[in-house]
């Protein structure tokens, strides 16, 4: 993105001369080396330098989508860009106001520590510096010349991590269709469609989600130290995407890894001594609880048997029209004390009852210092020292590794300290009161009863938010052989040794898993001649890397065989009035190798047929399953082929979709499945939950400004489109990291590369490596780095 960086770029030579002299204390300094595929490695004397540097660069990259996010944190998009689609950008913008979200992030900012916000100003003034020197009209990306593209605050910069750290922001929907009966109708004919509340629930359930996490420890290793396996799967567009970096403050900081946009630090990555990942937790950070109302005033409750009224915030919110004149939209937000009010399809406020909800992370102010304690730990008593005093980490897994072979689990995130009366009375409400029920085994969310106080959250003194679980009281365990974590919750962390005794909103134990966390387990936990680890039964880093490359299908090793011998048997179906004749397709699946690799045949006509099938399917006994879930045996059950006449009738619609699509029963998965980026279309190996595969990529939508080529849907078909399949998430930072002798080793995927400027070589450059399972070295040590110099420079400026 960067056109005008006259004045800052130096001669390496000069630049070796002058390296050692202090800049004043009333100017920053950060060195800023960029290696291959454009990673910066940003030097300086202290963190206001440091979030200098990092502020500059990262909007050298990212600029167009900093400044979205931070429009969205100020709840400024309808003002842009309108009510936006199914008026997504008005939602929004009226939860943030009601939120009170940047009056709380000023206060959140005055709170930090002194070098807290020197962090974070000289964050601010790095990324201002970028602005004022190129200009709107020099950015070479999709906000080129854009309005809000402006220079920001400290302030703006925390309102974008409470948008980052809350859940509730992204329950716009049932928020703004939440209303009283008999209400007026006071937002100029806004309307929430059932689809943008489906959404809010899906968005709610993590199992639409997708990261793996390994780490090993001494007695799983060829060398005995840690080793760690980094997978988030993330967007491949907008604002919640990966920025790579290292950062060094000398003798005091040296941390490299990725952090969301917009924020300074690592929040995934590595040091000298400690090694760590995240995937998002099973948990429930949100709580539902419904209200008995008083009769006659559906804005009153009861609690403990006496009225309560609800508050009530009017909202203006600007909104752009079609010619281009903003007006102000009202809008009132009803509260009760517990959060604001929300609605459902199957629950909408009547004069009886009603919805609230209760975010363990609103008043989470501390997540930057434990971003930081992570990132200078020096052991791994440290790390989790960082864990227990900050507490701070709102919607995460942590698994770590160390250079002394130590692996440790932590479910860190966020949720509700229930009292053992409050669990008990909720868990024999989900066996007798239906709409508890419902709400938990339909939806995966947590009901209370709001009207009784015993529902409420207790408050323990370790606790750094009231009412939060600490962090004795969260999962936690460490191995010397392995755990893992892929989205489920804690149970399996280690397959020989089950985790139990936690609260239920840390997600269920005993239950059965998804495909992904059962190959996972399979991948860690398999220790045969011819497993993974090789015959030792111990990684190295080629073969841990292997390990998650294999692109194993769990669903494809569990039902070819059967599926091949019931076809074989049964050769012609008949749908609806066409018979269908299996024999060609019958005949790929039996040659398919069971993988998602780019020459994999089968592996597209195996994933037309499986996602025939609800995904709900995939975790019982019934029409894909044959044996039903055992918890004594969770990673091999379900299993079998369930009722084979609708497999075979899905087998027949499988094939007539790929016939509509122009494709081949047995064509390859890279002729169809591709990443299109600035003008190119790359094609892509991995699959989605249902394929039952630990490399995850997605098509999901995610909203930004930024093109995304999505094809139209192939009638009949779940995924594929007239684009193939095309591919906006999964994947993205793929970390592996070895501890040696010698110190870290490590190498390394950012899937989508590092910059978000289509125009930019990388933009594109390891999505290329991804394709070919080609990993990119990790520069770490000095002189790793000096011999690898694309480009350096000196940024001085003003504090």
């Known amino acids: 993105m960067l056109k005008n960086t006259l004045g800052i770029i130096l001669l390496t030579g000069l630049l070796a001369s002058c390296g050692q002299e202090k800049a004043p204390e009333a100017t920053y300094r950060a060195e800023i080396v960029r290696t291959s595929y454009g990673i910066p490695h940003i030097t300086a004397d202290d963190y206001g330098s440091l979030g200098f540097g990092e502020g500059y660069s990262g909007a050298e990259d990212h600029v167009c989508n900093i400044a979205y996010g931070i429009i969205e944190a100020r709840g400024e998009r309808a003002e842009y860009y309108g009510p936006g689609d199914k008026n997504l950008h ?12 940047p009056t709380n992030a000023a206060r959140d900012f005055a709170a930090q520590s002194a070098e807290n916000q020197e962090w974070i100003i000289g964050y601010t003034a790095g990324y201002n510096k970028y602005i004022r020197e190129v200009g709107r009209d020099n950015i070479t990306s999709w906000c080129k010349s854009v309005d809000w593209v402006q220079e920001i605050t400290p302030e703006d910069l925390f309102s974008r991590f409470q948008v980052l750290a809350q859940t509730t922001p992204y329950m716009a929907g049932m928020i703004v269709a939440a209303a009283p009966p008999g209400a007026a109708k006071d937002s100029a004919g806004l309307k929430v469609s059932p689809q943008v509340i489906a959404d809010n629930v899906t968005a709610l359930n ?6 793996n996490g390994w780490a090993f420890g001494r007695d799983r290793t060829e060398n005995g130290r840690g080793m760690l396996l980094g997978n988030p799967h993330y967007p491949w567009y907008g604002t919640n995407r990966f920025w790579e970096k290292h950062l060094t403050i000398p003798g005091k900081m040296n941390i490299y890894g990725v952090q969301l946009l917009g924020a300074p630090g690592v929040a995934i990555g590595f040091n000298e001594n400690i090694g760590w990942t995240h995937t998002v937790s099973d948990s429930e950070r949100v709580v539902f609880y419904k209200l008995d109302l008083v009769p006659g005033d559906p804005t009153s409750y009861y609690y403990d048997g006496k009225p309560r009224k609800m508050t009530s915030r009017k909202i203006m919110v600007p909104v752009k029209g079609d010619k281009g004149v903003v007006t102000l939209t009202p809008h009132t937000v009803w509260f009760s004390h517990y959060g604001p009010m929300v609605t459902l399809p199957n629950a909408p406020w009547s004069n009886k009852q009603a919805l609230t909800i209760r975010d363990a992370n609103q008043g989470n102010q501390n997540l930057l210092d434990q971003w930081k304690a992570m990132d200078l730990a020096k052991d791994m008593d440290a790390f989790i020292g960082a864990h227990r005093k900050w507490n701070a980490l709102p919607w995460v897994n942590t698994m770590a590794t160390s250079k002394d072979g130590r692996a440790v689990y932590i ?52 606790a750094r938010v009231p009412g939060v679980v600490p962090f004795v009281e969260q999962p936690f365990q460490e191995r010397s052989d392995y755990i893992f974590n892929a989205n489920d919750s804690y149970w399996l962390t280690n397959v020989a040794t089950p985790l139990t005794g936690y609260s239920p909103l840390y997600g269920p134990t005993d239950a059965p898993r998804t495909l992904r966390t059962r190959m996972n387990a399979k991948l ?3 220790v045969s001649l011819g497993g993974p680890a090789g015959a030792d039964g111990k990684f190295s880093l080629p073969e841990m890397q292997q390990a998650l490359l294999s692109n194993r299908s769990l669903s494809a090793e569990l039902l070819v065989d059967e599926l091949v011998a ?34 994999s045949r089968g592996a597209v006509l195996f994933r037309e047929w499986i996602t025939r099938y609800d995904y709900r399917e995939t975790k019982r006994k019934g029409a894909l399953f044959a044996v039903p879930f055992d918890a004594n045996d969770p990673v091999n059950t379900p299993r079998g082929l369930g009722d084979k006449t609708v497999a075979l009738q899905k087998l027949a619609e499988a094939i007539q979709i790929m016939a509509k699509a122009g494709l ?22 991995g699959g989605n939950n249902a394929d039952g595969i630990a490399n995850i990529i997605d098509q999901r939508v995610y909203y930004t400004r930024a093109k995304q080529v999505r094809g139209t849907k192939v009638e009949g078909s779940k995924y594929l489109t007239d684009k193939g399949y095309p591919i906006t998430g999964g994947t993205s930072f793929l970390l592996s990291l070895s501890y040696t002798d010698d110190g870290p080793v490590a190498q390394a995927f950012l899937t989508y590369g590092e910059s978000g400027d289509p125009t930019s070589p990388h933009y594109t450059d390891q999505t290329k490596l991804f394709s070919k399972k080609q990993w990119r070295p990790i520069l770490f040590t000095p002189k790793d780095i000096a011999g690898d110099v694309k480009s350096r420079v000196v940024l001085t400026g003003p504090r």
């Not at 868990?427 to 969310?445: A, I, N």
């Not at 024999?583 to 993988?595: D, E, G, H, P």
């Open 206 to 211: 993590v199992r639409q989600m997708g990261s």
């Open 90 to 101: 008005i939602m929004s913008d009226i939860v943030i106001r009601a939120l009170d979200i």
């Open 664 to 685: 081949a029963p047995d064509v390859r998965l890279g002729d169809v499945q591709f990443a299109y980026r600035a003008g190119e279309k790359i094609a892509l190996h």
């Open 566 to 599: 019931a076809c074989e048997a049964t050769p012609m179906v008949t749908v609806g009035t066409d018979k269908v004749d299996l024999t060609a397709a019958c005949a790929v699946l039996k040659n398919y190798n069971r993988r998602l690799d780019l020459d």
């Open 411 to 462: 479910d860190d995130s966020n949720v509700g300290r229930l009292s053992p009366e409050a669990i008990a009375l909720w868990q024999d409400r989900v066996k007798s009161d239906p709409q508890t029920k419902g709400f938990y085994e339909k939806m995966g969310l947590i009901l209370l009863d709001g009207s009784d106080s015993r529902f409420e959250w207790q408050t323990h003194p370790e």
């Open 524 to 526: 860690v936990s398999d």
